[in-house]
């Protein structure tokens, strides 16, 4: 089978979006599947990965205000590309041209949406929330959920990655909507990564004593991952326990962020890490993840982060929140910095073995999708196979006849 995506948000410094990409591109390829990416690029040319499959850039414009990426504006060489292809499946993810694009192509593959995000929250909820509530905003935006129901009879399935935005899409009458949770690989993350030295130099990078609490925070620098918030919270809470925290990212708003940081000894900020395995050992050798965007539905940073050992201080809403537990995890309510205060407090009042504890280190593992957690990486990798073909059959079943499917972990 060959499933080409439109992904218009697939970028050589993205996020959650490449990483998942490129692991689902590698495991179909395993499976004898093909994917193909379609991405806006600085130039037209082509990518073949050794693993499997390949990256088709198509030159586009950049994206205003966010140098990382770039936007799909013709029609025309992305419905060539997809007439020379001959995709049996079809995948586009973005809700502003490419859903039209794909969703106007004439070709006969199955096409399928994955919704990645609610802009919703990402971009009215944030700008006005502080003036106006959740319900008056949704109302003045009801606009976008008309948009979106005019959009999906163009499509096939519906495809969202997490409960927390597959209910705010039903509760606005958009669906139905095939809920499939992404997990990660879990033999890249570990405890045993832990590295004490690594440790003992970032927290005297933050002029911190190794009985601190060193906090990590890792995401692009843009609004919607309020880590301006994530700031004030920690330095609210430096003033009574020594915290440090480690941000790891840029972005649009990395200037702002330094401007807020100031002087503060006490948080670094660092380029994104490209390099998994040193991304790993830095997550190992952490305190704790701190997260705090609501509007997050991957949550793909948080499972890594458990899965290297690290509890995890996260709002109390999005795809952060769905795999936090109070045994791991301290919540706190969303867009609320001192709420965040306030957990970072607790987080820091806990008894650390117990977090680290067996019992603790299980409730973890199975909150992360990995219910063979005792089984091989050969079988982990059967079971994210096994996944990936379910997940494309909901792609190429047809979305009439199809009810809600929750709860398939990819392990990507």
């Known amino acids: 089978m060959r499933i080409v995506d439109v992904c218009e948000f697939y970028s050589p410094t993205g996020g959650g979006i490449r990483s998942y990409v490129d692991r689902k591109m590698q495991l179909l390829a395993e499976a004898g599947h093909e994917l193909i990416v379609l991405a806006p690029g600085a130039e037209d040319r082509e990518e073949v990965r050794a693993t499997g499959g390949r990256i088709i850039w198509v030159k586009a414009p950049p994206l205003p205000f966010d140098a990382n990426y770039r936007m799909f504006w013709d029609a025309a060489p992305i419905h060539a590309w997809l007439d020379r292809l001959h995709p049996d499946v079809v995948e586009a993810s973005s809700p502003w041209r490419p859903a ?89 993350f570990s405890p045993t990564l832990r590295d004490a030295s690594l440790r003992a130099d970032l927290l005297a990078q933050c002029d911190l004593p190794e009985s601190a609490t060193l906090l990590l925070g890792i995401g692009r620098h843009h609004g919607e991952k309020r880590w301006d918030m994530v700031i004030d919270a920690v330095q609210a809470a430096a003033a009574r326990e020594p915290v440090g925290l480690i941000l790891i990212g840029k972005g649009p708003a990395s200037a702002a962020l330094r401007k807020q940081v100031g002087g503060n000894p006490h948080i670094r900020m660092f380029q994104p890490i490209y390099d998994r395995p040193q991304l790993a050992t830095l997550m190992a050798s952490c305190d704790a993840l701190i997260h705090g965007c609501e509007g997050e539905t991957f949550g793909l940073v948080a499972s890594e982060a458990l899965a290297s050992g690290l509890p995890l201080i996260v709002p109390d809403e999005g795809g952060c929140a769905e795999i936090a537990r109070p045994e791991f995890a301290e919540t706190y309510a969303a867009r609320d910095a ?24 299980a409730t973890r593992t199975s909150r992360i999708g990995f219910s063979a957690c005792r089984a091989s990486a050969e079988n982990n990798k059967e079971l994210a196979i ?17 009810a809600p499917v929750c709860g398939f972990h990819t392990f990507i």
Request: with cysteine; proline share 5%.
């Open 100 to 188: 039209w694009i794909v969703g106007k192509w004439a070709g006969d593959a199955a096409k399928v949406f994955f919704l990645h995000s609610d802009p919703v929250v990402s971009y009215p909820q944030r700008w006005f929330g502080r003036i106006a509530s959740r319900e008056k905003i949704d109302a003045a935006f009801e606009w976008f959920n008309r948009y979106l129901r005019r959009a999906m009879p163009l499509f096939d399935s519906l495809v969202v990655c997490g409960d927390s935005l597959g209910k705010r899409l039903s509760d606005r009458h958009i669906g139905p909507a095939h809920c499939v949770a992404l997990g990660i690989d879990r033999a890249a």
């Open 338 to 361: 001192a709420a965040a205060t306030q957990a970072i407090a607790r987080f820091c009042a806990r008894d650390r073995a117990a977090c680290a504890s067996p019992g603790c280190t």
């Open 386 to 402: 096994r996944a990936l073909l379910r997940l494309a059959q909901v792609m190429t079943g047809p979305r009439a006849s199809t």
